[in-house]
């Protein structure tokens, strides 16, 4: 059985290819990803006009670079993101998904991207067990409860304000480290003293019982701080800034996620979305699995960012799972929920 899936929700135009083996793991054949990211740097941050335009001329090219990547002329099932994500760019991905199932005559499956950036960790590390998620990106902080890649997720918590990520790109933005300026912050932090500057850690208290997060009130204080130091003259000590902040990112997310492992009783902490990349919150997180006897699943860079490779590795688990195909009607979601 082999899946093609297609992700279009924010700047990157993914397909991948996966080829599901008997014995129920999968098998990568293709991996193509074509972004806008370079045409948003100019306005700081995704431009959605701009991105549905970059997935209209990229969507075609990049399926067929997946196709010949993988030696096939087409696959057996289509999965696409029906949501959440940007109207405009899922719009592209769902059009095209939806054209090329009814013309190869091949079942389409609308799928989740969140559930994506689960079930891509089963191409590096096989079958997944019952599992907490933690997906932080530009456009997403969620904690999720997942019993199986063929059962329902379940959403412990998500931020009420900025995504990590997002809180990432606007204090570098403030630092004048570029966009996406996740990277260059993770880069410069290395020189800086994680414990400078005592930023807040937002909803850490004994009362925020859902597992939510907020990191506006982080970003506020970075700007402050910026302020005051305009204020009274002095340079920004910027590798401080970027560490104390890392740290403060890293020590909530990694704080809560172990704490919805410890209290559904769940060994395995699963991470994924762009920010995963992160040094900080990656040797946080193996730190404090380690410390809580959780078995930590990180898949690698590449595969943590959008693609298309995750939703066709959700896709094999959910064709292989006996789940109906997709009516062709069915519309993009761009608030969809877990
Ligand atoms: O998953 P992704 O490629 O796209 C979505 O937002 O969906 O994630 C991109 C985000 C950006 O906000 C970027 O700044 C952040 O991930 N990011 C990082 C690092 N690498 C990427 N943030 C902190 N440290 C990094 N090393
Ligand atoms: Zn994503």
């Given at each position: 059985m082999i899946v093609m899936g297609i992700e279009s929700s924010c700047d990157e135009t993914g397909v991948g290819i996966v080829r599901r083996r008997e014995d129920g793991t999968c098998e990568l054949l293709a991996d193509e990803v074509a972004s806008s990211v370079d045409q948003h740097a100019r306005y700081g941050g995704v431009v959605p006009e701009v991105a549905s335009r970059a997935h209209l001329e990229a969507i075609v090219p990049t399926m067929r670079r997946a196709l010949a990547a993988a030696g096939i002329e087409r696959p057996d099932a289509l999965a696409v993101t029906?949501?959440?994500?940007?109207a405009g760019a899922l719009l592209v991905g769902v059009a095209a998904a939806k054209a090329y199932a009814a013309a190869w005559d091949v079942p389409f499956y609308a799928l989740n991207h969140l559930g994506g950036h689960v079930a891509v960790d089963t191409l590096e590390h096989g079958p997944m067990p019952p599992s907490v998620a933690l997906l932080v990106s530009g456009g997403h902080t969620h904690l999720l409860h997942v019993t199986s890649l063929e059962q329902p997720i379940v959403e412990l918590g998500s931020t009420v304000d900025d995504a990590a990520g997002e809180a990432f790109d606007k204090v570098a933005r403030l630092l004048g480290l570029?966009?996406?300026g996740g990277p260059a912050l993770d880069a410069i932090a290395r020189?800086?003293?994680?414990?400078a500057i005592a930023f807040p850690r937002g909803m850490?208290?004994?009362?925020?019982?859902?597992h939510d997060f907020s990191f506006s009130g982080l970003k506020t204080a970075v700007a402050r701080y910026v302020e005051k130091c305009a204020r009274e003259d002095r340079a920004v000590p910027i590798p401080d800034v970027a560490a104390s902040f890392q740290e403060a990112v890293a020590d909530v997310l990694t704080m809560k996620a172990l704490r919805a492992c410890g209290d559904l009783g769940v060994d395995t902490l699963v991470l994924g979305g762009?920010?995963?990349?992160?040094s900080r919150i990656r040797s946080l997180a193996a730190e404090r699995c380690e410390a809580a006897g959780v078995t930590l699943r990180v898949p690698k860079p590449r595969l943590c960012t959008d693609n298309g490779v995750m939703i066709a590795a959700l896709g094999a688990h959910v064709v292989a799972g006996g789940a109906r195909p997709s009516p062709l009607t069915v519309a993009t979601d761009p608030g969809l929920p877990v």
């Open positions: 029906i949501g959440p994500g940007l570029g966009y996406p020189d800086g003293d994680p414990s850490t208290g004994p009362r925020d019982a859902r762009g920010a995963t990349a992160n």
